[in-house]
């Protein structure tokens, strides 16, 4: 028994291993390109190990470094403050949901679930946050529109509290004298800490990934997160690249490299990199704080 | 009665009035917008004064051979991703369930989650590294083989193949991760009890673990179905480098939009799409959710 | 029920709410959006001013919107400079907003939907005629008779005739080079190292000796390439009429106005005959329409000789700058003018609360050097040096294309050829393209404004068929003897005789007029 289980833990673990392999190689790839240089690019192809190291593409992007430092800045404080206010916002929704006997808990999913399908478009929601909540180049604008609570972490936490917080619990607590929002403090939120911590992470790069709102909503340089800096270079690229721009006469040196569009990329992912081990570490405590098992 | 029913669930409405309050703001005002869909859209005139243009916006749609090419391939391509998506994420969540290791379930989780953090354009530029006919590290290893080099991006037979593994790339991770969170939250002492048993490891998967993820897996599917006429416009349009020759396979209901619509960019046309992909998927999604009901109550949307 | 009734009073809400934004041009609900500019607005406007009350006194802000990198500070500063003039002449200030070039149309439309405070924006990739159709941007006839002499000067009156409308002027057209010519730009060290006679090349099918003996002297040189897998410029003058479907072909030389599907044409047959047998031979770069590189960075690293270019003054020098090597242009096609030549323009939003002084503010950036060079090249010293004998511009140092805060992109603004040149275009450029415009030839069609409002669904059907084909046939990749029956006969599926039909109706009526 103890023989086999080591068998199958070097098995699994060898078929993560290669699984790792088949998600990381590729972004090896972006990386070995972006310190490439572009005439090495055409002549060699696309290669694994690069035969000489290049930096420019990097040097391209740090030209405005002070640009960049405060975009990573806005981006921390937008991430934090959003996810915060977004898991606020999630488990007020998703608690009472859960709650069986709630009257008209079928209509309110509804209500919930129809905004995944339906939307007006762009126009009517720019015109909203822009003419009657002024949000147009303010830190809200990174914040509030669409991303402060969304239907589909709604319904995963939902989800989850139905299928592991048993309604027992719930009513023995109320038994006890405790109020609602008693509850959802000291019973419910303890138990759904995994979910939390999981909702925590996808919201979080939710926020630190997004760049729409900073195109449509801010057109001042100061308020410019990390992404909408990386993608409106991106945006340019492709647009110079495009048929609608052949014999424009726009500067060449303007143009990104195909190393300096994926540097763009990498510049994007690193502080992840180096951040979520770190948040991970507190995330997962949450985790088996939840639920310690062998 | 009333009154103490009332006093009961005063708290929980409470809780529920800031969400509510958002998705009025955030998404039903708005909503007004999808006439925009049946209108001559004019910008002086504003949304309720422009006038009406009957179903004329819908006709493009429906206008050439490819409607159902287009049709076809977001129907398929997306029930594909749905199945493999699903079964793939349950996998490797179960098997991260089962490790040992706590310093490899977390550097394991870290690593294929990063691929969704990619921008799809990046992507586009990545899966060019591997494919391109000239520059490609494919080819060029097929070269040293003693292979013929692919004209990759002309032929349509590896397409399919091609889009589903990179989609499976992007996303499993974020599958994964949805599935783990479920997986880890399951009452551990169903498992001791089963070891005391003498469960199998399979056994232990096969009616504690994978039970447990049914209530998740159904919801996960239904969103995904109330998706099923929409197409992640990046994957099929930039990672195809919108080749001409490989449309038959990469076109979708999203792409033969924005081709049409790119140099007119009509806004009541492009909402005249939006509307009838949401219509679809709603009525779909409908009537799943009735099937599901009819099994397992605790499993539907609404 | 009663959550019912709330969703109810939201969409009332909402109808009142669009109703009110969209209602009025410029009239009673500026308020609301001028109280948000006051608050938002990045320019050099001092926030004290009271907006729109046209009380004489207080001084109107004219925003514009352009396109092109730029930092808010250094558009701030540009503003500052530009209010000192107009603020003189017109009581007006200036609000100057840049937006990347990937980001402007979806952007500028936003605005327009909004209807925030906006006044001027030019046209990158905005159809006027569209606009106009759809209400974005106001009719601007009687405001240049009374505000725009000075742009009426510049401007002559088959020019105005592309930017009519119905029976109104909705654009200002850009004074810049105004026709295209079509050529073949080449690597000079290799062109001399096979020592060729380019006096026998008049046609592109000349070219294939040529391309011949480049492919013996250079074997790991591809002839011609493509641009980021395009290879739009063909060497067969046509008047592309307004576009969408329907040219009409050798504009210059006929007095025909019958048009026809270029795809069908014995023309474009032989040309995408003659790419498909030079892309079996090896002359084309294989594969060359999912090349994503640029032509000039394969021709720098020598994996190209040539590419096909628009001709125009300058055009040598610019395409020795993206190589970084010395270039040869080769005329095929001489230059000729047609309507979309003139496609360049800028529009005064349909919010604009006061028309007339966004009109003089236009007027005075189309004749005042000054202001100019202030809009199109930043402030003297900080983004520019001006070497005044010369009368040229260099970067001051340690600026450079790459770092500047305000990039110079000089044919976006309406009236480049009263700017200083820079030194890499040489002090003579304006002159030059001055005297290209005079001497180009004229297409029959010039003038004629196409309104496909009428067959907007087949027009949409039809391009995703010539998404399907066109690139591949234009690259050689596909053969044409299959292909072009088969797309031909897609095109008819979507409708394109109709578009065809209605462009020939329009230009009927037009010639009669005319």
Not at chain 1, 6 to 19: C, D, E, R, S, W
Not at chain 1, 126 to 141: C, P, R
Not at chain 3, 80 to 97: C, G, Q
Not at chain 3, 136 to 141: G, S, V, Y
Request: proline share 3%.
């Amino acid at each position: 028994m103890v023989e086999r289980n080591k068998t199958f833990q070097i098995v699994a673990n060898g078929v993560m291993i290669l699984l790792c392999a088949f998600c990381i190689l590729p972004l090896w790839l972006l990386v070995a390109s972006s310190i490439t240089g572009e005439r090495e690019l055409i002549v060699n192809g696309y290669s694994f190990i690069p035969s000489s190291i290049d930096f420019s593409a990097y040097k391209y992007i740090l030209v405005d470094s002070v640009q960049l430092l405060r975009g990573y800045g806005l981006s921390a404080v937008v991430t934090v403050i959003g996810t915060f206010a977004n898991l606020t916002m999630t488990t007020l929704f998703a608690y009472p949901l859960m709650r069986k006997d709630l009257p008209g808990r079928k209509l309110i999913s509804f209500f919930l679930f129809f905004t995944m399908l339906f939307n007006g478009g762009l126009v009517p929601s720019y015109i909203m946050w822009t003419q009657v909540f002024h949000v147009k180049n303010t830190l809200w604008a990174l914040i509030v529109p669409n991303l402060l609570m969304g239907a589909f972490n709604v319904i995963m936490m939902r989800t989850y509290l139905t299928s592991n917080i048993p309604g027992e619990v719930i009513d023995a607590a109320r038994i006890d004298g405790a109020g609602e929002f008693k509850i959802l403090l000291r019973v419910v939120l303890p138990m759904s800490k995994s979910i939390l911590s999981t909702l925590a992470l996808l919201v979080g790069l939710g926020y630190w990934n997004d760049w729409l709102n900073g195109l449509y909503y801010i057109n001042k340089d100061t308020l410019y997160s990390t992404q909408v800096l990386l993608n409106k270079m991106l945006l340019d690229t492709q647009f110079l690249m495009s048929s609608a721009s052949q014999g424009l006469n726009i500067d060449a040196s303007q143009l990104p490299s195909t190393g300096i569009k994926m540097a763009i990329a990498v510049m994007g992912i690193l502080p992840i990199l180096i951040v979520y081990p770190f948040l991970q570490k507190y995330l997962v405590k949450g985790i088996t704080i939840g639920a310690v098992k062998g | 009665m009333k009154k103490s029913r009332l006093k009961r669930y005063l708290p929980l409405y409470l809780m529920l009035t800031p969400g509510i309050i958002y998705l009025i703001i955030n998404n039903y005002m708005p909503m007004g917008g999808i006439i925009v869909a049946f209108k001559n859209y004019n910008y002086q005139k504003g949304i309720f004064g422009s006038a009406w243009n009957g179903l004329k916006n819908f006709i493009f749609l429906f206008k050439t051979n490819d409607a159902w090419i287009i049709t076809r391939n977001t129907l398929c391509y997306n029930l594909v991703f749905i199945l493999l998506g699903t079964v793939g994420a349950i996998a490797v969540a179960v098997l991260l369930g089962e490790l040992k290791t706590k310093r490899g379930k977390k550097a394991y989780q870290t690593v294929i989650l990063l691929p969704f953090l990619v921008s799809i354009v990046v992507v586009s530029y990545i899966v060019y590294g591997f494919l391109s006919t000239e520059f490609g590290n494919v080819n060029h290893t097929l070269e040293q083989m003693g292979k013929d080099s692919v004209s990759w991006y002309s032929s349509p037979k590896y397409w399919p193949f091609i889009l589903v593994i990179v989609n499976l790339w992007k996303n499993i991770g974020y599958n994964t991760v949805l599935y783990y969170a479920t997986l880890i939250g399951i009452d551990t002492s169903y498992y001791e009890a089963a070891v005391v048993d003498g469960a199998t490891r399979w056994q232990r998967i096969r009616y504690i673990t994978l039970p447990s993820l049914l209530p998740t897996v159904s919801i996960l599917t239904l969103m995904s179905i109330s998706k099923i006429f929409y197409s992640d416009f990046g994957l099929f349009y930039q990672v195809p480098l919108n080749s001409g020759p490989l449309l038959d396979v990469t076109n979708t209901i999203d792409t033969y939009v924005y081709r049409g619509l790119m140099v007119t960019s009509n806004v009541g046309m492009s909402a005249a799409a939006g509307l009838y992909q949401s219509v679809v998927g709603f009525v779909l999604v409908l009537l799943a959710n009735w099937i599901v009901g009819r099994h397992d109550k605790d499993s539907t949307l609404f | 029920m009663k959550r019912k009734a709330a969703l109810f009073m939201a969409l009332a809400v909402t109808a009142s709410l669009f109703t009110g934004c969209g209602g009025n041009a410029k009239g009673t609900q500026q308020a609301a959006s001028d109280s948000s500019e006051k608050t938002t607005s990045s320019s050099g406007v001092t926030a004290s001013s009271t907006e729109g009350s046209g009380s004489g006194e207080a001084p109107y802000v004219c925003k514009i919107v352009c396109v092109g990198d730029a930092s808010s500070e250094a558009c701030q500063e540009v503003a500052e400079k530009a209010s000192e003039i107009t603020m003189e002449k017109f009581n007006t200030k200036i609000d100057l907003v840049r937006l990347g070039y990937g980001s402007f149309v979806n952007e500028v439309n936003l605005m327009l939907s909004s209807g925030e405070k906006l006044d001027l924006i030019p046209s990158f990739g905005i159809s006027a005629m569209t606009a106009a159709n759809t209400g974005q941007i106001l009719e601007l006839t009687d405001l240049i008779k009374e505000y725009g002499q000075g742009i009426d000067e510049v401007v002559t009156d088959s020019e105005w005739a592309c930017v009519t409308f119905g029976d109104g002027i909705y654009a200002v057209p850009n004074n810049k080079e105004k026709a295209q010519g079509f050529g073949v730009v080449m690597r000079k060290d290799m062109l001399d190292a096979v020592d060729y006679d380019l006096d026998t090349i008049k046609t592109e099918a000349d070219l294939e000796p040529l391309f011949e003996k480049i492919k013996e002297a250079y074997p790991d040189t591809y002839p011609i390439v493509s641009d980021n897998g395009q290879m739009g410029y063909h060497m067969i003058e046509r008047d592309d009429i307004g576009g969408d479907y329907g040219v009409i072909m050798h504009s210059t030389e006929t007095d025909k106005t019958e048009v026809v599907n270029y795809f069908a044409t014995e023309e474009y047959k032989d040309m995408a005959q003659r790419h498909y047998e030079w892309a079996q031979k090896g002359l084309i770069m294989p594969d060359a329409t999912n090349n994503t590189q640029n032509a000039y960075d394969l021709i720098a690293a020598g994996k190209g000789f040539a590419y096909y270019t628009n001709t125009k003054p300058g055009i040598e020098a610019e395409w020795g700058r993206k190589v970084g090597k010395e270039m040869q242009v080769l005329e095929l096609v001489s230059p000729f003018r047609t309507t979309s030549g003139v496609a360049n323009q800028w529009f005064i939003a349909h919010q604009s609360e006061q028309p007339d002084k966004a009109m003089q503010v236009l007027n005075e950036i189309y004749t005042n050097p000054e202001l100019s060079d202030l809009l199109i090249n930043g402030i003297e010293g900080e983004h520019y040096v001006k070497d005044a004998a010369k009368g040229i511009l260099t970067y001051p140092d340690g600026v450079d294309a790459s770092n500047t805060t305000y990039s110079s992109v000089a044919w976006v603004w309406p009236n480049e050829l009263i700017s200083t040149p820079w030194e890499t275009d040489g002090a003579a450029i304006w002159s030059d393209t001055d005297a290209f415009n005079k001497s180009a030839k004229e297409s029959i069609a010039l003038g004629f404004a196409w309104d496909n409002s009428n067959v907007l669904n087949e027009v949409t059907a039809c391009n995703n068929v010539k998404a399907k084909y066109e690139n591949a046939l234009n690259c050689g990749t596909l053969d044409p003897e299959v292909t072009i029956p088969k797309m031909l006969s897609e095109l008819k599926d979507a409708g394109v005789e109709e578009v065809i039909a209605e462009k020939q109706k329009q230009v009927d009526a037009w010639m009669q007029t005319k």
